[in-house]
């Protein structure tokens, strides 16, 4: 088109370099998305993580200032003793909503849609119920605390229980959402490398929390009990350069 001799230029995009534009930026999109929103997922499940040992840790302190020995207490006198005990009492210190202190092996008795939780290997791979059959109490922020039982070994006994984090949402995982912790003689509170279970040297531990493979701790079903040390130091497993919370699969 001209007007009084002088050519005008209409530019534009064609059909098709706006086609392949937009297809560019699904590619770029299809591509980080996934990462902003692992990082995003994993940031939560830090915040809850820290949120449920600090809650944890409170409410052992006060367990403590009435017990001397938590772990004699609930522990010892064998034929005597009931080792659901534990979970009643831990719950008069936090508010509950739901609670079972019958048999918990089967976690749909708490409105779990699976009756057991995940090792923190990959896929589907089932974790031991040992580690929740002995009562446990849903709390009104969404936690999940149950109680393991008592462990002997020489060195003594020690008091072991499991925490959800964010209870019956999911991914009900360990070394994500679920974390195995423990009680020694002394009401110390720690996170479960496995002192009184089954690791005790470094190999061990990495053993017991495990996000390449299935089953390789000592007893197989509970690879992911470690996994609560490294979240507390932030330190990934497989390699201690790098963050636990930046590293979640």
Known sequence: MSYYGVV???????????LVTIGILGVVAAMTMPTLIGKQRNKALEAQFKK??????QVITQMSSENIDIAKIYCYNYRDRDERVFIKDFAKYVKVVKSEYGSTADLTKLG????KFYQ???GHELFNADSHDNGAIILSNGMMV?????WWTDGGVGLDFVVDTNGTKGPNKFGYDLFY????KNNKLHPDAGDYLFATTDDQKLACCNFKSAN????PEDTGVSCAQYALTDTWP???GKRYWDMLP
């Not at 779990?112 to 009756?115: A, D, G, I, K, Q």
């Not at 912790?181 to 020694?184: E, Y």
């Not at 390789?216 to 007893?219: D, H, L």
Request: proline share 2%; charged share 20%.
């Open 8 to 18: 005008v230029m209409k530019n534009a995009f064609t059909l098709a370099e706006v």
């Open 216 to 219: 390789t701790c000592k007893v």
């Open 181 to 184: 912790f423990q009680l020694d």
């Open 146 to 150: 149950a109680s393991s039982g008592c």
């Open 120 to 122: 923190s290997a990959p």
């Open 52 to 57: 449920a040992h600090s809650l944890v840790a």
């Open 112 to 115: 779990y849609e699976n009756s």
């Open 238 to 240: 497989h390699d201690d």
